[in-house]
Each structure stands twice: as C-alpha cells, then as structure tokens.
C-alpha cells in the first residue's frame, strides 16, 4: 500500500513537473512573439522617421532611465523634443511610447502602465495585445481598439504614416 502512494505521488510531481515544463515553454513562447512583434514595429517606425529626419526611435534599454517601472518596447521622440524638453541631462519624454502584452494576465497592469506614459507627458500610447490580436491606442482621456484587420496611423505624432496591423 506505501509502495502504491508512493508511485501515485511519484506520478503527481512528475505530471506537475511537465505542467511547469509547459507553462515556462508558453511563456518563453509569448516573450519571442512579443519581441518579434516590437522588432518588426520598430523597423517599420525606423523605415518612416529617420529619411525623413523626423527624431529618434529608442528601444527599451533607452528608456528604462526615465522612471522606474515605466518601461516601453519602443518609443518615438520628435526633433522639437529632442531640442527643448530634455529632463536633467536624460532623454526627454517620448511622443510615442509602444508596449506588447502577450498574456491575458498583464491587461490590467500594463493599461496602467500607457495612463501613467500619458500623465508624464507623452502624446500617444499604443498597447499591442498579441493574445487578444488587438492594439489599443491611448491618448488623453481616449483609448481606441482596433483588430488585427484594421490600420494603425497616429497622424498627430507621426503624420503619414501608416501600418497595416496584420503586418505585426
């Protein structure tokens, strides 16, 4: 009877060992996507701003500085900000600041997380969802979602520019 316990407990730790194999597999899983999805977004920002002189598009490691905790996959600073509004010797707020959720777990936090972008001076939030194949795009006092089948174009940071949100 020991020996049946012990195999069935045997039997538990080794179907809870492979659950958390599987849960840290899905999770590796969703931070690529997510990355993927901020590469592919970045170089398309890349693409449009810098022939046309427009400013500077900064990844996460750049803007990590500001504030703790406020943190973006990509961001956009204008030329005009780039001259005027530079914050004690950091970089200046962004126009743009672009985040990636890839779990239904992080909606709350990282909605919270484009309200306090916005109440530090940034223009533009966008929230790309990839679990929900959905991006949201906030600005003071709105947010706009859209579907995976729409076009993203935020004429008031960067006008012109376009990108079909299926391409992410």
């Known amino acids: 009877m020991f020996s049946e316990r012990s195999t069935d407990l045997q039997a538990l730790t080794s179907a809870a060992t492979l659950s958390a194999d599987a849960d840290a597999l899905v999770k590796s899983a969703r931070a690529d996507l997510a990355a993927a999805t901020i590469d592919r977004l970045a170089q398309q920002l890349l693409d449009w701003v810098e022939p046309l002189d427009l400013g500077v598009v900064l990844g996460l490691e750049a803007l990590s500085g500001l ?51 916005l109440e530090r001076g940034v223009e533009v939030c966008v929230l790309i969802e990839t679990w929900a194949k959905t991006v949201s795009v906030f600005r003071s006092g709105e947010v706009e979602t859209l579907g995976s089948w729409k076009v993203l174009s935020l004429p008031d940071v960067l006008p012109g520019w376009e990108l079909r949100l299926a391409h992410l």
Not at 80 to 105: E, F, T
């Open 67 to 117: 504030d703790a905790g406020m943190r973006a996959g990509v961001a956009f600073v204008s030329q005009g900000r780039m001259k005027s509004r530079w914050i004690w010797g950091k970089l200046p707020v962004p126009d743009l600041v672009v985040s990636v959720g890839s779990a239904p777990d992080c909606h709350e936090a990282m909605t919270r997380q484009m309200h306090a972008w």
